[in-house]
Structures are given as structure tokens and as C-alpha cells.
């Protein structure tokens, strides 16, 4: 484990995306890998164990919390789509970016924004991710915030808005927006499937576009970046069909490869300049990075029958770790693609979007309805704990947030700091 996290943390800082210090900047953390080197983090939690503070959120939100400093920020959405019997009038949608104190657990600041209307319907199961999925990013000095249509925002970290920028109209009546923004050198990196079936990079400064390659349909996958050379990175975007790799600086598609069926949730990892991408019609898959053109014959590694609609993997140690929609666990070689072991969970966790996060040796699988799930991250099954809030029943569809030994959780509800105070 200690030398996955020496190679991970040699990628993030070369890639210029943020420490793996106390911060966790990113949807999924340092790297959009899952993975902290944080120890002594909890296994156990309720209301009267472990639980540092909780605060109420304006509103409902799937978008995970990231954590600057003493600051915790995070998206919500209130007045329309509440209650999925009872959505309500699409007029009222209001979008919230709230700042949390971290040591006091108050908020220390809130912004309200009025959308561009319409938005995509809440009707069907993959519209009831609702209107904050995007998780922000920072640089330690700014908040990016993406909206979908309604634009990308920088903030200072006191909530003055700095610029805000387009990156299309268009909506997906049936599944909305979900991708995360993230950073690379001085750019910030978007992937506007919906809005414009692009990816777009800005100066993250500015604003001022920098380069925008069209082409991206259907992914809903937050961008990654992968280490190839010593010099070089690549950011990598699943999306039906293939697998493509451009180069951060211009743009430019450097390969592509044969990838997932059908329309794509999960996020790729990579470690020693591999890919590994997991996504609906039931796939998973290992592609080489570093190649030219369609590589799919000279740098796939391997491709099996079977994966999962919306959480992304972990990669430790030779294995991946992902979960099943419906809370089955699975590991797999990571050479090879053979599964290690598939275990449903118990209680029974019911549906399950939010991706796995890693730390301290153990996986936290984060289930809507029935709380979250800690697993012993080795490639036996092992269930630590299961933790869930007797008086919060609403959904929880966000990955969880590490930093100084505290897990930082939201629901529809409230978010919590979890851990010593």
C-alpha cells in the first residue's frame, strides 16, 4: 500500500493538481483516485459515537464535499425536486454553494443562484441524482463550480465571485449533468458532454477559454489525469463505445481504444501508466496509456463481461475495488481482470451511486438509503463496520471526504464531520 500511495502522490504533485496533505480538493480526492494516506481514521460512527458536528444543508445535493483548510465546501439545490412523488414547480429550482467552518461545524457562508431554466426533468431513476452533482474543486486560493448550463463560477474562498463562463445550453432531459471540473497546471478542465458534447479547458485565472475539442456524448465521468512519462500527462475520458486520451495542453486526441457499451458514470483510474474503467453494460477493462491513434489491438490488457452502472474503482495493490449498483463488492486482479471475490453486502445496502474511498486500510462504501459500509481493503472480504444516522433517512448518493484523521459525509440532509474534534 505504501508504495501505490509514493507513486500516487509523485503523479498528483507533478500533475500539478494539489498535496495529499490535510486538503481534499477534488471530486474523489488527490488524483480523482479514491485514496488518502490518512491513518487513524474512524470505523465506527452514529450520532453518539465519533460524530465531531453535524449542520443542516439549504438543501439536497449529490456532489461530495471538499475540504480547503478549516473550510468545508459543498453544492446543494432546493425548491424543486425535493420529493420524488412530489417534485414541485421546476420555477423554484435555486442552486446553493454553502461553506462550512470546519472546527465549528457552522456555515460561514452561503450563496444562493437562480438557474437557467428549463433543466432536465425529475422523472426516472437517473434524473433523481438531481441539480448538484458536480463536486467543486480548488487550488487552495479559488472555488470552481460547475452548474452545467447554467455556467462555470470561480470564487474566492470568501464566496466573491471572480468569473463565470458558458460552456453550453443544452440539457439531458432523462439524466441531467453529473461531471466533475477538475485541475491541471493553470487550467481548469470540464467535461460539458451535456452542454455541448465537449471538453473545454480555461485558464483558470481568467476564465478565457484555452482549447475546447468536440466529440464527448453520453459520459458523465469526471476527467482524469494519467501519468505516461516523465514529462508527459494525459487526461483520459470514458464514453460509449471507447476510451480516449487527449493531451492536456492543446486538447488534442492522442489514442482511443475499444471501451464500455453502453453510456458511461464511473470515472477511469490508472497506476504504472495502466487505465482501468469500469461502466455500464457490464464491463470492465485495462488499457495501457502512452499510445497513437486507435491502440485497442496493441494496448488493451484485458476486458470482462461484467461491471457497474455509476460508482468508480479503487486500484491498491495489484486489485480493484468497485461496487455493484445493487451493493455487491467486488475485487479483481488488476493484471489479469479475474475476480478475486464478489460478496453482497449486509444488511442488505440497497441501491448504491457514490464511489468507494480508501484510507487507513479500509474501504468505505457509501450506500443511499442504509448507511455506509467499511470493508478491510485487502483481497479477502471483510466487513469492519456498518454505520448509518437513526434520524437522517435521506438519500446519500456523495463519496466521502478525508482529511486530519476526519471522514466528512453529506446527505440530503445535513453533512457530518466524523472523527475527533
Known amino acids: 500500500m505504501k508504495r501505490a500511495r509514493r507513486l500516487s502522490c509523485a503523479l498528483v504533485l507533478a500533475l500539478g493538481v494539489g498535496g495529499f496533505g490535510a486538503d481534499w480538493r477534488q471530486f474523489r480526492g488527490p488524483g480523482g483516485l479514491g485514496i488518502s494516506d490518512e491513518k487513524d481514521v474512524p470505523t465506527e460512527w452514529s450520532a453518539e459515537k465519533n460524530l465531531a458536528w453535524s449542520v443542516k444543508l439549504p438543501g439536497a445535493g449529490t456532489s461530495c464535499p471538499v475540504v480547503v483548510g478549516d473550510r468545508v465546501f459543498l453544492t446543494c439545490y432546493s425548491g424543486y425536486a425535493q420529493e420524488v412523488k412530489e417534485p414541485g414547480k421546476m420555477e423554484d429550482l435555486r442552486r446553493h454553494v454553502v461553506c462550512v467552518d470546519r472546527k465549528t461545524g457552522k456555515i460561514a457562508w452561503s450563496k444562493e443562484f437562480e438557474p437557467e431554466l428549463p433543466e432536465h426533468k425529475y422523472q426516472g431513476e437517473g434524473a433523481y441524482h438531481g441539480y448538484s452533482s458536480s463536486t467543486p474543486v480548488s487550488d487552495g486560493e479559488r472555488l470552481y463550480i460547475f452548474f452545467g448550463k447554467s455556467g462555470v463560477y470561480c470564487f474566492d474562498l470568501d464566496g466573491k465571485e471572480l468569473w463565470k ?13 453529473a461531471s466533475s471540473p ?77 471501451g464500455i457499451d453502453r453510456y458511461i458514470c464511473p470515472s477511469v483510474v490508472a497506476h504504472d501508466g495502466i487505465v482501468y474503467a ?18 485497442t489491438k496493441t494496448h488493451t490488457v484485458w476486458q470482462v463481461k461484467k461491471g457497474a452502472n455509476v460508482s468508480s474503482p479503487i486500484y491498491l495493490d495489484g486489485h480493484l475495488y468497485w461496487t455493484s449498483d ?45 448507511g455506509t459500509y467499511v470493508v478491510a481493503a485487502k483481497p479477502k472480504f471483510e466487513l469492519l463496520a456498518h454505520n448509518t444516522f437513526a434520524d437522517d433517512k435521506s438519500r446519500t448518493n456523495a463519496s466521502i471526504a478525508v482529511s486530519d484523521g476526519q471522514l466528512f459525509l453529506r446527505t440530503d440532509q445535513a453533512l457530518y464531520c466524523i472523527g475527533k474534534k
Open 165 to 177: 463562463v458558458s460552456v453550453g445550453k443544452k440539457i439531458h432531459d432523462g439524466w441531467g449533468s
Open 182 to 258: 477538475v485541475l491541471y497546471k493553470e487550467s481548469l478542465i470540464v467535461n460539458a458532454c451535456i452542454e455541448s458534447g465537449s471538453l473545454i479547458a480555461f485558464d483558470k485565472l481568467t476564465g478565457k477559454e484555452l482549447w475546447k475539442t468536440p466529440g464527448i456524448s453520453s459520459a458523465w465521468d469526471t476527467p482524469v489525469l494519467v501519468r505516461v512519462g516523465p514529462k508527459e500527462a494525459e487526461v483520459v475520458v470514458s464514453m460509449p463505445k471507447r476510451i480516449r486520451s487527449y493531451d492536456p495542453d492543446t486538447g488534442k486526441e492522442l489514442w482511443n481504444a475499444e
Open 278 to 295: 469500469i461502466g455500464g453494460g457490464h464491463t470492465s477493462l485495462a488499457v495501457k496509456a502512452g499510445g497513437r491513434g486507435d491502440v
Open 326 to 370: 445493487g451493493g455487491t463488492v467486488n475485487c479483481q486482479n488488476a493484471a489479469t481482470g479475474e475476480f478475486v471475490y464478489q460478496e453482497r453486502l449486509t444488511p442488505n445496502s440497497g441501491g448504491m451511486w457514490a464511489s468507494p474511498v480508501l484510507a487507513d486500510g479500509k474501504l468505505y462504501y457509501v450506500s443511499q438509503k442504509n
